[in-house]
């Protein structure tokens, strides 16, 4: 069997910090399933806009094309909050998206029993949450027409959504659901929206194809109370791309951290890109504190959907678990008495308890 081959895009603020983390479970990994694996790095994001004055060079993008998966860690900070267009980080990530036709954005939120206690929310409300949110990450009003403000001062941003977008991501939704509980809440704002008019037509039609599972529409404005409300009712939430932004930040509070939290973005077949959901925290960066496991729960992640090793996924997420059941966690999940470790030492914890 030829090597894996594994781009690392570790970009900015405490992207290196974590991309790190997920090289080291990556690489215990092959070392003890004997699995093959290539690890190359390559630049994006603000780094990328320092040495090439473009965020994503050429040669990332080629190297990503060439790779079985990409991982990434984080883009961003204040040194490039005001730049715009190549230059732009967030805009960096954004083509990357698009080009790699990473349509599928899947955001798991994992409820460790070790972190309800670190959580804002009740901890009674939080027993049973297990939430996969299903978000379209290449189309809606992230890539409509747009217009920067004109003389008048007017701007404008255009959501647009075609049938087949909302069919190939619904499907993903659907399928999902099928490995899990077997529920699908697609969340859209019919009332208003005609895209959302659209989404909904098209997922009822989708959904005939799934008769075992079960779909309710929420609308999004009641889909974001219903998360605080009663969480454990959601198995998994399928929506468009702002809508999925925003939702998913808060269902991570349900997990205690931001900075727990995974994701994967999938085009058609294995192909996908792994990211922690949290960004590039620059006050945190270069102290060597910040919390890795949304980037080895990512790595996990990556061993599933692109190189199907559900085997290995399972270890480094039982690993994960097992670690913060002995209180093992990084100050920004500190509860009394726990939390001084650093991002290696950590690191070091979770690979001891891979076999
Ligand atoms: C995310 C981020 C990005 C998004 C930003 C950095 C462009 O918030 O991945 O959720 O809005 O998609
Ligand atoms: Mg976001």
Request: charged share 20%.
């Amino acid at each position: 069997m030829s090597p894996a081959q594994i781009a690392l895009l570790p970009g900015d603020g405490i992207g290196p910090e974590v991309t790190a983390a997920a090289r080291r479970v990556l690489e215990q990994i092959g070392a003890t399933s004997g699995l093959e694996l290539e690890l190359e790095e390559a630049l994006i994001g603000g780094a990328a806009t320092d040495a090439a004055g473009d965020s994503l060079p050429a040669e990332t993008l080629e190297l990503c094309r060439r790779c079985d998966a990409v991982f990434l860690g984080a883009v961003g900070g204040p040194r490039w909050a005001n730049l715009e267009g190549a230059q732009s980080p967030e805009q960096g990530l954004l083509r990357l998206r698009r080009e790699l036709g990473l349509f599928a954005n899947l955001r798991p939120v994992p409820v460790f029993p070790a972190l309800i206690p670190a959580a804002p929310i009740k901890p009674e409300l939080l027993e049973g949450v297990d939430i996969l949110v299903v978000r379209e990450l290449t189309g809606g009003i992230y890539f409509g027409p747009r217009q920067e403000a004109d003389a008048e001062g007017q701007a404008t941003d255009t959501m647009v959504y075609s049938a087949s977008e909302v069919e190939r991501i619904a499907h993903v939704a659907f399928r999902a659901a099928a490995g899990r509980r077997a529920r699908v809440t697609s969340v859209d704002k019919a009332n208003v929206l005609a895209t959302s008019r659209l989404w909904r037509a098209t997922v009822d039609k989708v959904a005939l194809e799934y008769q075992d599972i079960e779909l309710q529409h929420l609308y999004v404005d009641a889909c974001a109370m219903q998360i605080l409300r009663s969480p454990a009712e959601f198995d998994v939430i399928l929506t468009g791309n702002l809508f999925g932004d925003i939702l998913s930040d808060e269902a991570s509070m349900l997990a205690g951290s931001l900075g727990v939290l995974p994701s994967a973005s999938m085009a058609e077949g294995t192909f996908g890109m792994f990211e922690p959901v949290h960004g590039s925290a620059p006050d945190l960066a270069g102290q060597g504190v910040a919390n890795p496991l949304g980037a080895i729960l990512s790595a996990a992640m990556l061993l599933r959907h692109s190189l199907d090793l559900e085997a290995e996924a399972l270890a480094v997420e039982a690993a994960v678990a097992a670690t913060l059941d002995e209180g093992l966690t990084t100050p920004d999940l500190a509860t009394s008495g726990s939390g001084g470790a650093t991002t290696s030492e950590l690191t070091d914890a979770i690979i001891a308890r891979i076999d």
